[in-house]
C-alpha cells in the first residue's frame, strides 16, 4: 500500500515457516526504515493489508494450508468455516508487541477498498468472501471448466463489506455495504489511508474470472452508479486519475483496458468518474489484442519520469 502523502510503502510477506509474515515500511527514498516479524499461529496466505494514516492492518484469514500436508509438500488450501477471521492493528512503525487483533466473522479477502480512521475505530472497507472454496464435490470434476469454478466468485459470496475495529474496547463491527458480486476496488489514491467516500469495482462474470462492467458506489449515501461492457467485451481493474486542479474526490477519470473478443482488438476507455453510466468518454484502439487481464495502474507523468509528484 502506497501513502501517497508521505510516499512511504507499507508491505507484507509470508512463508511456509517461521516467522510466517514480516511487515515493512519503506520510505520515500526507496529505503527500508521498518521490518518486523509477527507471530502467528502457523502459515497463512493473506493477499492484502489495510492502511490508514497512522495504522496498518494485517490479515489472519482461516482459509490457509493443511500444516501436516504442508509438512509434506502438499499445497492444499483449505477454508476453516469454524475459526473467526484475525485483524492485527499496528502502528505504522510498531512492533509485533504492539499488535491489537480483532476477530471478525470466518472469510478470506482479495482486495480492499480503502482503510481510514474514525474517532477511535480503524475501519476497513473491501471484498469479503464468505464462501472461498466452494463445496467441491458440486463442481465439474476436471479441466477448464473445474478451474473456473472454484474461481467464480459468484460461488465465493464475493461482496463489498465494512469492518470496525475499536481501539478503545476491543470490538469489531461488521457489515455488507452490497449484495450484488463485485471485486478489484479502486479509490483516488489521494484520499488512500484518509476518509473516502466512492469505490469503482468490477464486476464479476458469473463462471468466468473475467471483469464485464464497473459499479460506483457513494459509501456515504448508499448510491451506486452501473455500467456493463458490451457483449463479449471485458475490463480492467480500473484506476482513478485525478483531474488537474480537482477539489472533489471523484472529480477525475477512471481509465481501463478492455478487450474485444470479437474484433480481438483492445482499447484503453476513460470514464468520466463522476458518471459512469454514460459509458466510455474516450476510447483509444489499440494496434493488436490484448490478453484479458485483471490488475492496473494509473500514475502521473511526473512519477513516470522519475519525479515525485
Not at 71 to 84: A, S
Not at 106 to 133: A, F, K, R, W
Amino acid at each position: 500500500q502506497i501513502d501517497e502523502h508521505t510516499g512511504e510503502m507499507m508491505f507484507f510477506n509470508y512463508g511456509e515457516k517461521e516467522p510466517y509474515l514480516n511487515y515493512g515500511v519503506v520510505n520515500a527514498r526507496n529505503e527500508l526504515v521498518h521490518y518486523e516479524p509477527i507471530e502467528l499461529p502457523g502459515a497463512r496466505w493473506p493477499h492484502d493489508l489495510g492502511m490508514s494514516e497512522h495504522y496498518c492492518v494485517l490479515h489472519d484469514l482461516p482459509m490457509f494450508f493443511d500444516q501436516e500436508g504442508l509438512r509434506k509438500g502438499q499445497h492444499r488450501l483449505k477454508f476453516h468455516r469454524d475459526v473467526p477471521a484475525r485483524f492485527g492493528v499496528i502502528p505504522r512503525m510498531g512492533t509485533n508487541r504492539d499488535v491489537k487483533w480483532f476477530e471478525g466473522q470466518p472469510c478470506y479477502i482479495l482486495h480492499l477498498s480503502n482503510t481510514y480512521e474514525l474517532g477511535d475505530e480503524v475501519i476497513m472497507e473491501g471484498c469479503i468472501q464468505t464462501n472461498p472454496v466452494p463445496d467441491l464435490s458440486a463442481l465439474p470434476k476436471e479441466g477448464y471448466a473445474r478451474m473456473n469454478a472454484m474461481l467464480d466468485m459468484h460461488l465465493q459470496e464475493t461482496r463489498m463489506h465494512r469492518w470496525r475495529f475499536n481501539l478503545r474496547t476491543g470490538q469489531t463491527r461488521e457489515e455488507d455495504l452490497d449484495d450484488e458480486v463485485t471485486e478489484f476496488p479502486m479509490i483516488n489514491g489521494r484520499y488512500k489511508g484518509r476518509p473516502s467516500r466512492y469505490s469503482y469495482n468490477g464486476y464479476m462474470t458469473p463462471g468466468f474470472w473475467l471483469l464485464d462492467g464497473l459499479k460506483k458506489y457513494d459509501l456515504m449515501t448508499g448510491r451506486t452508479q452501473s455500467w456493463r461492457a458490451p457483449e463479449g467485451c471485458y475490463v480492467s481493474e480500473t484506476p482513478f486519475a485525478p483531474r488537474d486542479g480537482s477539489k472533489e474526490e471523484d472529480d477525475g477519470y477512471l481509465v481501463s483496458f478492455m478487450t474485444n473478443t470479437k474484433t480481438k482488438k483492445a482499447e484503453c476507455v476513460v470514464f468520466d468518474a463522476k458518471d459512469i453510466t454514460k459509458g466510455p468518454i474516450c476510447q483509444i484502439i489499440l494496434p493488436g489484442h490484448m490478453p484479458q487481464g485483471a490488475h492496473a495502474y494509473w500514475m502521473p507523468a511526473t512519477d513516470i519520469n522519475g519525479v515525485s509528484a
